[in-house]
Nanobody
Framework: QVQLVESGGGLVQAGGSLRLSCAVSVRTNSRYAAGWFRQAPGKEREFVAGVSWSGTYYADSVKGRFTISRDNALNTVYLQMNTLQPEDTAVYYC??????????????????WGQGTQVTVSS
């Protein structure tokens, strides 16, 4: 069983920054793909950023503002969010794919999910 725990959410003004962390309970240096998704009230869960053996990937809406990274020694995945805008307000979820380990922007491709962390950007 793999567990993911997000942290780092909060309230920030437009133009500000936050860094989300996702601690993944796997053996050190285990191989898996990871992704960040978000869900705003009344909307479907959407892809934000992903990292796998093939590289990093971003939704167009966050490209150039957000950066996903991972520390395999710490089993932690990060999402650095800069120039935040009110439309970035959502619950952010971390997810891991330990099966295919390849990149996917579909939530259905991920095996394990964290509980989510709220990000609120005020105008």
């Amino acid at each position: 069983q793999v567990q993911l725990v997000e942290s780092g959410g909060g309230l920030v003004q437009a133009g500000g920054s936050l860094r989300l962390s996702c601690a993944v309970s796997v053996r050190t240096n285990s191989r898996y793909a990871a992704g960040w998704f978000r869900q705003a009230p009344g909307k479907e869960r959407e892809f934000v950023a992903g990292v796998s053996w093939s590289g990093t990937y971003y939704a167009d809406s966050v490209k150039g503002r957000f950066t996903i990274s991972r520390d395999n020694a710490l089993n932690t995945v990060y999402l650095q969010m800069n120039t935040l805008q009110p439309e970035d307000t959502a619950v952010y979820y971390c997810a891991a794919d330990v099966t295919t380990m390849g990149f996917s922007s579909s939530p259905r491709s991920y095996d394990y999910w964290g509980q989510g962390t709220q990000v609120t950007v005020s105008s």
